[in-house]
């Protein structure tokens, strides 16, 4: 067991902002060089080719592995149920750094309960955004639905800003924003 105890990033913004793209990017240009891990979710809706590589369950997968206590935390949104597998406590505890992609709504929920400084104490978390017409046109490009009502929740949640240890405007460049992500995820990690 290390001596350290390795950093959770709770990734949280808007649909449409970009969070997908710069946990891949992130993910790809670290290739397992340090010790940072970026656990995928498990969501109950099916795979698709230009959505996140997660671990698609039924409605009633997932309820069972709530009763079994398997996820570290879980939410729903959108008429989606995501989570987070119970093994992050055991790669945090290891000195070993967690990058996931979570929900303002779950945040402000779990920060209300005063959740996160008793499980996890060395959150981080960092905010990605990106200009409302670049993140309209990002929705569309992916055929998502239920557009306006993505774009009107992209301005609620300011209760959470003073969560929020880093913000990360997506709007240009991937190679730019991606580099500023793993910068980040660096220098807040202990190795």
Do not use: C
Not at 43 to 61: A, F, G, N, Q, V
Not at 138 to 149: A, H, P, S, V
Request: charged share 30%; aromatic share 14%.
């Amino acid at each position: 067991m290390s001596m350290y105890r390795g950093k959770l990033f709770v990734v949280v913004g808007p649909s449409g902002s970009g969070k997908d793209s710069l946990i891949h990017y992130a993910k790809e240009y670290l290739q397992g060089k340090y010790p940072i891990i970026f656990p995928r979710r498990y969501i109950t809706r099916h795979k698709e080719p230009t959505r996140e590589d997660h671990i698609p369950l039924s409605k009633d997968e997932f309820q069972n592995l709530i009763k079994e206590n398997k996820f570290a935390m879980y939410w729903e949104s959108y008429g989606n149920y995501y989570g987070i597998g119970e093994e992050i406590e055991f790669l945090l505890s290891n000195g070993i750094s967690v990058v996931i992609n979570s929900s303002r709504e779950y945040l402000v929920q779990i920060e209300s309960q005063k959740l996160y400084p008793k499980l996890y104490p060395d959150f981080r978390v960092i905010y990605v955004e990106a200009n409302p017409g670049v993140v309209k046109q990002r929705l569309k490009n992916r055929n998502e639905d239920k557009i306006k009502e993505r774009l009107e929740r992209a301005n609620m949640f300011k209760d959470i800003d003073y969560l929020i240890l880093k913000r990360i405007d997506n709007t240009r460049d991937i190679e730019i924003t991606g580099r500023k992500f793993v910068e980040f995820l660096m220098e807040e990690s202990i190795f």
